[in-house]
């Protein structure tokens, strides 16, 4: 039997927001340390870990490690009709071919159950192991977000160039270039509003704006998005979830042979 | 002479909003005792009646009483033209074959008059005769307009069950099923925001949930409505229009056969 | 070379929203005295000027006079990216196919260079000579943005008429006509809010619905705008931009043949 009761009933809606068009059908796994989710985009190039640890939940029970495969379009429907204030609880039998999620107003007046058919659905799980980074990026969510909308409207890839001094995203287009140079800037009032740049070495790789763009709609899930970028290995892009996990995006860097050409 | 002065006009423009979308063409009743109107929606399946009463106006001048035949369409583009703020008066004279709109803002520094070609249109009035009903339930207008939307997403068909606790509202489509349930609470702080049910049996029947919300388009006009429930009765829901009168839509319950043979 | 530094960003976005439907291609003519341009509308039937005067920038350097052609779409898509508390600088230099424009965020934390190709546009600029006019009516840019509006649900043209005692806009369609008077009202609180008149002769001319429309969208540039009409000149709608310059818009007269057959 699972039972999972989250009292901030909106942060799951907020997770759905941020997967369900980067990811059609997916696995929900559920063990006693917590749910979680890895899947791929439905055209395989990037790759989506969600974690919300158990001890983010005001009750968590789950009794056996449980696989749960669902229609995250259809998930979405469902949680949207969760108010933003309500209490929202995961429930699954043993053995059942539905979940339900349960809908608590604050005031308890108002009390929804919406039962979901689950699927079954093929998937592998694939290890992912830590690595070392070659730079590193923590910056406010809603610029990161503000500078891939912005470029997306000139080209259709971004390079990301790490220094000491600050992340510059360039793109170019058939209007034109554009360059976005964010500085460092650990010494601001408030935290969140910090650009903080680790960096080992200088990294500039180049990713396609379409990914990047879908990975901010996770945007509304933290106030920073954290950048890990290193010539061999996918680009990192992780929302914090407060006290209880993360979202995390992959992306694989594109090669670029001809984009030199039309240099100057 | 017909002339019908509302000095808050804004109210006019919600009777619109809350009709449009259900009837096209209809005639518009003047007598004595106030400003009315009863249609049949386009596919003449749910019935729409407004009342304005004589008292609400600022000026009620109907020397005899009057049909006017407007498409709903247009009237509603005419009054959208009027301010929130503004008084409006509706003035026709005898035997015209025009209606006319008067907007005035509040400090009379901008006047507008609108002029609209009445139509021709048969209709027959139909009594209503008032009834008892198995259960009465007032709740917050935004609420069951939240629900009606709610329930859309996963199914085409409401069922209301009202006891002693509560009312209920259920669906179920491809996806799922969802049932959503507001206990009765009278005792809560604003009157406005209680869940109310008068009940003299428990009554449970099905209605299309594309109606329902067509009817929610008159939210604006209250903060509660009232749904009058009985087995052999088209649903009433009605929204109170203050100190003036209402509007009532009338919608006669599915009979369910198939339904069941779904249900575990 | 040319360098033109403008604190206040967000009004160089208002000035591109403003001009971009109505205008697709345009030479920017830059000179000691200000940055301008000319342009017909792209059916050849609306004449724009815009100006900003040197003194109204921050840093205003131009060589020796220059003319940029710029696709309008390509320039409001670059400077749409532009923070509205952004400091712009448009930069070229001598002989270059290019154009350069650059935002500052107000911390200097984030710096963006956009460089967008330049154009090769005919064009021949008309000399507009001063003019006296019938009449000039003064008005909140607000009020004349929703009174096109709301006359252009009911017909296509508008018939502007001013008289010593206020300014009324007509317009008649299949569904009926409408007229919308504004009195004068120079003894308001406001200055923006109060309508002006200043009148040699009454005035009385019919402008299609769809240019005064477009006009509109300098609304956010000021929050008053000015109507000249001359029987014999195209009426000139300008919307002054403080301290720096305007927009100015010029539309000729329709001829009304058949229009006052349909009068009753």
């Known amino acids: 039997m699972l039972e999972l009761r989250l009292v901030q009933g909106s942060l799951l809606k907020k997770v759905m927001e941020a997967l369900k068009d980067l990811v059609t059908d997916a696995n929900f796994d559920c063990s006693a340390t917590g749910f979680s989710l890895q899947a791929m985009d439905s055209s395989h190039v990037a790759l989506v870990a969600l974690l919300l640890r158990s001890e983010g939940f005001e009750h968590y029970r789950c009794d056996r490690n449980l696989s749960m495969g669902m229609n995250l379009n259809n998930m979405s429907k469902m949680l949207k009709c969760a108010g933003n204030d309500d209490i929202i609880t995961i429930k699954a039998d043993d053995g059942s071919d539905t979940v339900t999620f349960m809908f608590e107003s604050p005031t308890q007046d108002k009390i929804a159950d919406f039962e979901m058919k689950l699927m079954d659905i093929d998937s592998e799980h694939l290890g992912i192991p830590e690595a070392e980074y070659h730079a590193i990026v923590r910056m406010p969510s809603s610029e ?121």
């Open 144 to 264: 990161f977000a503000r500078i891939c909308k912005d470029l997306s409207s000139i080209g259709d890839t971004v390079v990301i160039s790490v220094t000491k001094e600050g992340v510059k995203f360039s793109t170019r287009g058939d209007i034109g270039t554009a360059n976005i140079v964010c500085r460092q800037n650990s010494t601001v009032d408030k935290p969140e509003e910090a650009t903080v740049i680790e960096m080992n070495e200088p990294v500039s790789l180049t990713f396609a704006l379409r990914y990047m763009n879908s990975f901010t709609k996770a945007t509304p899930l933290s106030n920073t998005v954290t950048i890990s970028l290193s010539s061999e290995l996918p680009v990192v892009v992780e929302y914090k979830i407060a006290e209880m996990g993360y979202v995390r995006f992959y992306l694989a860097p594109k090669i670029e042979e001809d984009e030199e050409e039309t240099n100057p």
